[in-house]
Every structure is written in structure tokens, then in C-alpha cells.
């Protein structure tokens, strides 16, 4: 895998550094400064589990030379990490990883030849991973994998024939997964399905007779699954938003509005949805509804789209931008929240006074946080934190008018990691500890200040998974190992 004895040094390290405590961050400054200290090496946390080194590897070379495979949409399986990849030769296909090389391999080849058949929407359902791919024959249908071979498995063929019924909006609901897909003879419909082709079934009572649907978006809030929708026929063209509960009686329509209006993010606050609309103008309207007519209302309209809708602490949290009008209390880009009435939906902080704003972006929770980017127009974009009342920068990375650009925010067990662009190494791997408030730059990648650009981080099994650049091999898969800290010296014996 390279680098064998630079890594089995740093796992030395590590150990030594956990077994005397670690190292210390610093004291929380005022909310105009940083309150991370950066660490030079891997320390000791509330959490069981360690990173063995600050050195990720390269997992596989899937796809030998540049560009590589170029992993995406990962997601955490029962005992595998899913995700595709383009090896050169099968096209882009499901593939597997236990984080051992011998371990990654091509879960099915779908569709023989380079095309590949192109899987997307990875969503887990207990111990299945229901996915879409086209295997040039039926089209674009659902598929499911258990994480073996023999278990990746088209679940139906929705709409004979090689169109493919394309399923959308892959959603967990009530222990089965619902979706849109159009059967070439109702148009495109609610569906859902608990993994088996006898029950992958269309849902019936959304449209009413002779009208079909487009243009859905479905999500999960308390025990209700709600679904935004286009209704069209010969004398009615509305925007519906119904909930059901997934019994034949359950369907309720919550509301109805013009077919020039539209639904954007929707978003649950424990039992409540909070969700945005728009009437063909500028200003977008966030609503929010707790599953009954009444209970169903506007909260108030903002300037622009608001964007990077969380649930954070039993309110919403987003940003929202400058547009056509600027309401007298309105400050720019900048972070709001919403207790689901209209006096409590309000700027948080102004962190940037005048219309730019902030602009906050990447709204993430960890440990009981909110963490996000943001250009107060001092430090440049860098990472702020929140508890919903304090809100500070976590650190200043980049000192500077233009900052490190934190992406890809993801956070396990104590530590939140993420991508930074910084003077001499480029965009690269760090992790923050929330237990120690202090930051440490993973090894470079793609070394001096070339940039590896980590994707997005997602833990599986024992290791943090993410796809990376080292400029030799493309972007290929890597994995951070994490273990108890005594087991941290076996790791380097495992591949």
C-alpha cells in the first residue's frame, strides 16, 4: 500500500500519545475569535474508538492510472461499505469494501461492457441497500444487495421493456422503502416495496381519476410520510401536499396551490415538517405543518431560496440570501432559525453585517452542535459551531481575507472531519475533536500544494471511507482506520 513504515511509525505514536492523555487544546476565546488550537498528532478523547494514525490509505486502485474509479455515493451497509465505481473495463458498477484491499471488490457486473449500468440512489433499509441502476435490458429499475454477490438482486421489473420504470425519491417509511416510478401505463406514481418482487406495489389514492402526477418529494416526519406532488388532467392543474400513514384511509391533503408554484426542501423537526414554497416569484415562503389543515401555515417569506435546512435542538436552522426585497429586519446571508411559529422564526446571529452576509453553508449537527461555514469578511470562509445561543468559529485555519472553505462536514463519534484549503498543502483531510476543541491536519494525499480533495466521509465497519486524489493514481478509495487504542498496532499488519 506504500508508505508501510511511515505508517507503522505514526501508529507507535499514536498509541504513546493515547496512553499519556493526548494532547490539550485551548480555552474557548470570545465569539470573535477561534476556539481550536491545532494538534500535531493524534490524541485521547471521550470517544472508545481512536484513529490509529493521522495517515489515511489508499484503499484499492481500482482503476489503475488517472482519472481513476471515482467512488461515489457511499453508504454504510450491514457489513460492507457500498458504493460505485468505473474500473475501465465493467463501467461504472455497485461495488464493495471491507476496507481490506482483498475485501473491495465489484459487487455485480449489471450491464456487461463499458457503460456500466450507472447505480445511483443508495438508500438504506435495515440490512438492504436498495438502489436504481439500468442493466440494458429492462432499463432503469430498483435493485437491492444484502452486501454479497449473489445477493445483488434487481427487486422488479416495474415497466417491461428497455425505458425502464426509473425510480426517484428513494424513501424509508414505516419499515418499507417508498419511491416514485412510472409504470408506462399510470404515469409516474407513488410506490413502494419491502424488498420482494410480490410486494413492490403502486400506491393507490394520490391522484384522483384520469389525472396523473409528476414532479414528487417525499419525506419523513413523525409517523406521517408526506408528498409533494403536481397534479395534472383535462381541467385540474394543482400542487398537492398530502400525508399518509400508509394505511388505504390514511391520505390526507394538507394543501393545494396553483400549478405556478413549486415545493422546495423539506425538512423534519421531530413530529413536525418544515417545508419551503414558491408562488412563481422571487420571494419564497418557509411553511411548516404537523400532519393537519389547520396546523398547516406559513411562517413567513424570505428574499431568497432558503437553502441548508437542518434540525438542530427541536427548531429548524438555515441561511437564507439577499433577493428582489430586503425586509427591514432582514440582514443579509445569514443564519436563522424557526421554533415553528412566526415570532420565533429569526436571525440567530449576524456574523457579516450588511447585504452579503455571512453565508453560512453546510449546516451540519455533532455532539450536540451545529456546525457550519462562514466569511464573517475578516477570517474568510472557515468553521463556526453553535449550541443554538453561542455561536463561534471553531478555528481559523487560514489566517486571512479568504479562509480554508471547510467542505464535506461529516462527523463520528467525538470527531468532525472535513476538507480545508490551506497555504501549502492545498485541500486536503482534517479532523476536529469536539471532546479537546482542538484540529489536526490528516497527512497529505496529494503532498506540497497540490490538493487531494477528499470527498464526502462516511464510517463503516472500522474504518472513515472517503474518495481521494494523490495525483498519481486519480481518485480512488481511502480509508482512515479507527480502533480501541490497543488494537491500533495490529492495523498495520491488515492489509
Known sequence: MGERGRRQSLLGAAVSVLALGGCG???????AGPTASVAPAVHASADPWVPCSDLAERVRDIRPGMPGSSPGELVRGTNVLVFSADDGVTGREPW????????TKLAKDLRAGAPGSNPSGFTVLGSTVFFVADDGVVGRELWKTDGTSAGTLRVR??????LGSAPENLTVYAGKLY???DDGVHGRELWRSDGTTAQTTRVTGLLPPGT????YTLAVAGTFLYVGYYVHGPSLDRLYLVRTDGTPGGLVRLDDAPEDNSFGAMVAVGSRLFFLQNNDEPEWGLHVTDGTVAGTRKLREFPAKPHDL?????RLYFASGPGAYDPPDYQGDELWRSDGTTEGTKLVRDLRPGAQGSEPRELTVFQNRLFFTADNGVHGRELWRSDGF????ASDLEPGAVGAAPEGLAGHGTRLFFSANTTGRGREPWMFDEFLLTMTPLVEIA???ASSSPGVFVRSGWDLFFAANDGVTGRELWALSFRPPEACLAVGLRR
Open 25 to 31: 487544546g485551548v480555552a474557548l476565546e470570545d465569539e
Open 96 to 103: 464493495f469494501s471491507t476496507g481490506e484491499r482483498s475485501g
Open 157 to 162: 421489473d416495474i415497466r417491461p421493456g428497455a
Open 179 to 181: 419511491f416514485t416510478a
Open 212 to 215: 396523473q402526477g409528476s414532479t
Open 310 to 314: 437542518v434540525a438542530f435542538g427541536g
Open 390 to 393: 453561542s455561536t463561534v468559529m
Open 447 to 449: 503532498p506540497g500544494p
